[in-house]
């Protein structure tokens, strides 16, 4: 028996050696996702953001900005220089930005205009502020074309993520103001009425059917899904949103993924559209610096979970093997205020 014993033990001692030597990953490595997004909106750098430095903890291979980047809301384009001068300063986002890309689009406070679009006076010479902002060269093509829309590609070893940004406002066709003192805007039906504008169209149409990443994310400053508010949404242009649903369904991109920011409220929204072989999911990031803190509800057919009203980012991870992405709404500190895991 004892001879047995000591016959165990030995074993014991040879598999921990051999245990030992085999690259076993760590509880770290294990847990960290293939590719990971951080993004957000409706920042002013004069008030405290309490979550550059958790964003920057998050390890993010990109940080998109969702639009209203500063509320400058001006046509003095000394004045719109200034205020992204401010955020530039900042000494938190500094760093973030020093370690991580920085992508993103504009809404209509950086644009210049409260719920502006296309006839905004000065939206040409906002685009290059907008671009010296974000640090696109002198000589990158998005300095001649109209608008500030862009697509980023991301290629680990386990796959891709193509990240397209839209823009709009550039284009946006005027908004129809709504009788009922309760909603701001209703819905365009007619054929002319434009979110993204011609060029734009054919672009993201391009974009899409051409893209073979793992993963599409598109970045649209208004919210798409959830049309129901009465505020800007896609909801106030049906054939649009129609149009968007129609392209993502014909280009056969593989998982693509809206996001949205622009309301002061963070959701998500989802839903089945024909011939897509996954649900679409709008995830709406929006209040780093000031949210919708009175807000009492409103409707969203498309609403999964709960509409969380404080200040928060969103942050998406991504499992290229398992096709699965986990999102989720943060608030300080790294807590998690709501989470949505899809399957792709
Ligand atoms: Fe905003």
Redesign the pocket.
């Known amino acids: 028996m004892r001879h047995f014993t000591i016959l165990l033990a030995m074993m014991a001692v040879l598999f921990s050696c051999k245990k030992k030597t085999e690259k076993t990953p760590t509880v770290e490595e294990q847990a960290k996702p293939d590719f990971i997004v951080a993004f957000g909106?409706?920042n002013m750098p004069q008030e405290p953001n309490p979550f550059w430095d958790d964003i920057l903890a998050e390890n993010p291979n990109v940080w998109v900005w969702g639009g209203?980047i500063v509320y400058a809301d001006t046509d003095d384009m000394d004045r719109l220089r200034a205020i992204y001068a401010m955020q530039d300063s900042v000494p938190a986002y500094a760093k973030l930005k020093a370690e991580v890309p920085i992508i993103g689009t504009w809404?209509d406070?950086d644009f210049g205009l409260n719920d502006g679009g296309a006839n905004f006076s000065v939206k040409k010479e906002s685009q290059q502020v907008f671009l010296d902002f974000m640090e696109v060269p002198a000589d990158s093509e998005r300095r001649m074309r109209e608008g500030v829309y862009a697509s980023h590609e991301y290629e680990t070893p386990k796959g891709k993520v193509k990240i397209i940004v839209l823009d709009t406002r550039y284009f946006r066709s005027d908004l129809i103001k709504d009788e009922d003192p309760n909603r701001r805007y209703k819905p365009d039906t007619s054929e002319e009425a434009t979110v993204l504008g011609d060029a734009q169209w054919a672009w993201l149409q391009e974009e899409l059917s051409g893209s073979t990443a793992d993963f599409n994310l598109i970045m649209s400053s208004i919210q798409v899904l959830s049309g129901e508010h009465g505020f800007e949404t896609w909801g106030n242009f049906p054939k649009e949103t129609e149009k968007l649903e129609t392209i993502i369904v014909q280009s056969n991109a593989k998982g693509v993924i809206l996001l949205s920011g622009?309301r002061?409220i963070s959701e998500f929204s989802k839903t089945d559209v024909a011939g897509l072989p996954y649900p679409l999911i709008d995830f709406t990031s929006?209040g780093l610096t000031h949210s919708y803190a009175s807000f009492s509800g409103e409707p969203n057919k498309y609403r999964v979970g709960e509409v969380v009203s404080d200040k928060s980012y969103g942050v998406i991870t991504f499992d290229f093997d398992k096709k699965e992405v986990d999102l989720k709404i943060m608030g300080d500190n790294g807590t998690v205020l709501q989470e949505l895991k899809q399957s792709y």
């Open positions: 909106s409706c209203d809404d406070h622009d002061h929006s």
